[in-house]
């Protein structure tokens, strides 16, 4: 799901307590007997170490040691007494940058998969910081750096800690229905299946019912989840959540009143498009030299042409030319995709593909309008037709045009038989139902740790 609304869900349904309690009486059958009755209390504020990661503590706590503390470390005077001045500048700005920042950072981690982490907070932190003291240089404002850039440092150290510390200590309890929908259920560290019935039976605390709602649940059983709901205990669809907490929109299930729903905005998509057109002229000069010195080493590293062009499939099927560095020996027979250790790769091809850099050449595919930055790969035309014949919904994907990088890519990496591609597709369906800024950002910040690290590429 898009924005904070994963961790808004999931932190309401945590305050609720299921079992001990006599406000609510929820029957798992027509004729239950008193003593297998399922009861649900108030809700209950949860245990020490919970509370403390929870949002608006993390957000109150962050403030005071990310912009409170380093002000008796730094300020000269008593702040906000006498006139205002630099201290009193820098405090203002400190609190508008920690704002930004942990905005930013739970926008960034609502996604499935996203972990902020050290390096993405950072990211952001340097942006936001630079951005407010070029706006404070332009101003001729006076201000402490040591002040301003210190709490810079506390609020990565702070946001970094506090998602180690969610990964690690906040574990999930939810009540499955059928029990035979535990099986399908993600393997996830910080959530725990339990069976519905025997969470009714020994009265234990969850934090959500999950529920195949497609199943032909009897009439008890959907009272009891009526019940619940209206005791303030999440019942949710086993299908969104799987989607989720994985990040990928199952096919099984996926009919065509679904497909509304992976429109992404087009006020977004146009807004879009004028900055990834802005940023990509503006950024033109940098990436010039870049392409000059890559085509040099492909040219001499092996004969034949610096760049290879290949029909790809796009928006609304459309075929267009992709074009990339050349990372394979000329006129070697093959198939048409990339196998592990392909000895058709050159020795330069070999590091331009772990760097990603043989993609730098599609920037004047997007600067044409095939591509974006982000987005489904396209597929090569002669594979295309086969993904479409024997996978459902596959030409889904040319909703939106394809992208140099994209949630599949990422999250995936490289594949081409048909169990992966199939799910290389849920990946691409999410990102299609989910597609946002937000999304983007996560999605550019994960493809730089994708590169540093050299994963996924053949």
């Known amino acids: 799901m898009s924005g904070g609304s994963r961790s808004s869900s999931a932190d309401t349904a945590s305050n609720s307590t299921w079992g001990g309690g006599a406000q609510s009486v929820i029957t798992a059958g027509v004729d239950v007997s008193s003593d297998e009755q399922l009861t649900i209390s108030m809700p209950r504020m949860r245990s020490a170490p919970q509370r403390f990661i929870e949002t608006w503590v993390d957000a109150v706590l962050g403030f005071l040691f990310c912009v409170v503390l380093p002000i008796p470390l730094y300020a000269n005077d008593e702040p906000f007494v006498g006139p205002f001045d630099a201290s009193e500048l820098t405090i203002v700005a400190t609190v508008v940058a920690y704002a930004i920042i942990w905005y930013c950072g739970r926008r960034l981690d609502a996604f499935p998969g996203a972990g902020i982490n050290a390096a993405q907070v950072a990211t952001v932190?340097?942006?936001?910081?630079?951005?407010?003291?070029?706006?404070?240089?332009?101003?001729?404002?006076?201000?402490?750096?040591?002040?301003?850039?210190?709490s810079g440092f506390l609020s990565v150290l702070w946001m970094a800690v506090i998602a180690q510390l969610r990964a690690r200590h906040l574990v999930r309890n939810y009540a499955v229905t059928p029990h035979a929908a535990i099986a399908a259920m993600p393997r996830l560290p910080t959530c725990r299946w339990l069976d519905f019935d025997d969470v009714r039976r020994r009265g234990l605390r969850v934090d959500a019912i999950v529920a195949d709602l497609s199943a032909d649940l009897e009439e008890g059983r959907l009272a009891a989840l009526a019940d619940a709901a209206i005791a303030g205990l999440p019942v949710l669809d086993r299908r969104y959540v799987v989607e989720t907490m994985t990040g990928r929109t199952p096919l099984s299930g996926l009919s065509p009143n679904e497909f509304g729903s992976l429109l992404p905005s087009r006020q977004y998509l146009v807004v879009r498009r004028a900055l990834e057109l802005?940023?990509?002229v503006l950024f033109l000069p940098l990436f010039l030299p870049m392409l000059g010195v890559v085509a040099l080493i492909v040219r001499l590293d092996s004969p034949g042409p610096v760049f290879f062009l290949q029909t790809r499939i796009g928006r609304r099927g459309r075929s267009f030319r992709m074009v990339k560095f050349r990372t394979m020996f000329v006129d070697v027979p093959g198939p048409s995709f990339t196998t592990s250790a392909d000895p058709r790769i050159t020795r330069s091809g070999r590091f331009l593909r772990l760097c990603r850099l043989d993609e730098l050449p599609q920037l004047f595919n997007i600067l044409k309008g095939d591509m974006s930055w982000v987005g489904p790969r396209p597929e090569a035309a002669s594979l295309e037709k086969g993904y479409v014949r024997d996978i459902e919904h596959f030409a889904l994907r040319g909703?939106?045009?394809?992208?140099?990088?994209?949630?599949?890519?990422?999250?995936?990496?490289y594949a081409h038989e048909a169990d992966a591609m199939r799910s290389k597709l849920e990946y691409d369906l999410y990102y299609l139902k989910h597609c946002s800024l937000w999304l983007d950002l996560v999605i550019i910040l994960r493809t730089f740790a994708v590169v540093f690290r050299g994963t996924g590429a053949r």
Do not use: E
């Open 125 to 150: 932190a340097v942006i936001t910081y630079a951005l407010i003291a070029t706006f404070l240089l332009l101003m001729r404002l006076d201000y402490s750096r040591v002040q301003l850039f210190g």
């Open 278 to 280: 802005g940023l990509t």
């Open 399 to 413: 909703i939106v045009r394809p992208g140099v990088t994209g949630w599949a890519q990422i999250n995936q990496g």
